[in-house]
């Protein structure tokens, strides 16, 4: 069977195709449920996780540029909360727009709309649903981070529609997914600085390496549905970029560090990342999808290891 061909749905209760074997929403969550969750991806939390790195590390680095010295709890609550709703919200508004593309792709004609699980219309709802949800958490800060929140969804809104005109959608991606880190910077000071757009900057530059990896595994069928990517746009390059993005993300989060006076623990932690991300590289086969999807999936390892390596600077320094 072609890529391009319109692809049947999974027959086992409209699990989705590239969802881990054994995930908690096929097996534990309402049947009602099932077809949200998955459009959600609570099925594939990944996403969230790398939404969510930047809103704790800002956090934790604004903590420390003002001289607290224990992580606020309750701000690095909120966040998490409002990343896996964010999240879901941004792929069930990318899955109503690809819903055509989607259903001509055998890893993606399972998902809940083009496999008839649920109507655009209900999707729709759905995602204005998250989006509210996502404002009761960002109401709980000061106004200056609502109007710095809030101002991210018009990026949201137009991610789904750069791979069909630009080789450089995961630059957008980049800019969308990690607004978290001037977000979580405006909650704890009330404004911005330069070490919130070190690390805004530098975590854009990690998410177009990890997300070109992650484009290697769709390279064959974005060619034949007419998509674009980094991961066409560089090719057997690849190796050479993914140097040059996660190289200038160590470097901007060094300076993001050192602007917000950051101590030994973050430059041990931040030391023990860079040896991470050259890993990745070292070893990653744009050929192996398999390969390319362990490595993509094992950034919510570089984001906690640096959110332990702050959260430490800031007891040491307490």
């Known amino acids: ?47 969230a996780w790398l939404l969510l790195m930047p809103c704790w590390w800002s956090t934790l680095l604004a903590q420390k540029h003002v001289g607290q010295t224990a992580p606020n709890l309750w701000f690095m609550a909120l966040f998490l909360i409002g990343a896996f709703v964010m999240r879901g919200a941004g792929c069930t508004w990318n899955d109503i727009v690809d819903r055509d593309y989607d259903a001509r792709v055998r890893r993606t004609a399972s998902r809940p709309i083009p496999s ?73 000071t009330g404004g911005l600085a330069p070490a919130a757009f070190a690390l805004y900057a530098g975590s854009v530059l990690w998410t177009i390496g990890y997300d070109t990896i992650y484009a290697h595994q769709d390279k064959e069928d974005d060619l034949l549905l007419g998509l674009k990517s980094t991961a066409l746009r560089f090719g057997a390059e690849t190796y050479r970029w993914l140097v040059g993005f996660y190289g200038g993300a160590v470097l901007l989060w060094l300076f993001a560090g050192a602007f917000a006076g950051s101590g030994v623990a973050f430059y041990v932690g931040l030391a023990a990342v860079s040896c991470h991300l050259g890993w990745q590289v070292a070893t990653l086969d744009i050929e192996d999808a398999s390969g390319c999807l362990v490595r993509f999936k094992s950034n919510r390892d570089v984001g906690l290891l640096l959110t332990a390596a702050m959260a430490l600077d800031l007891v040491v320094a307490g």
């Open 116 to 188: 008839g699980q649920v109507t655009a219309r209900q999707a729709l709802v759905f995602a204005v649903g998250l989006c509210l949800c996502g404002l009761a958490v960002l109401l709980q800060f000061n106004w200056f981070t609502v109007a710095v929140g809030a101002a991210s969804l018009a990026l949201v809104a137009v991610y789904p529609f750069s791979k069909r005109y630009t080789y450089w959608p995961q630059v957008v991606l980049g800019l969308t997914f990690k607004w978290g880190a001037l977000v979580g910077w405006a909650a704890v």
């Open 1 to 47: 069977m072609s890529p391009s061909e319109p692809v049947a749905s999974s027959p086992v209760e409209g699990r989705v195709a590239d969802a881990a074997a054994g995930n908690w929403v096929d097996h534990y969550a309402p049947r009602w449920m099932r077809p949200y969750a998955r459009l959600a991806r609570f099925d594939r939390p990944i996403g």
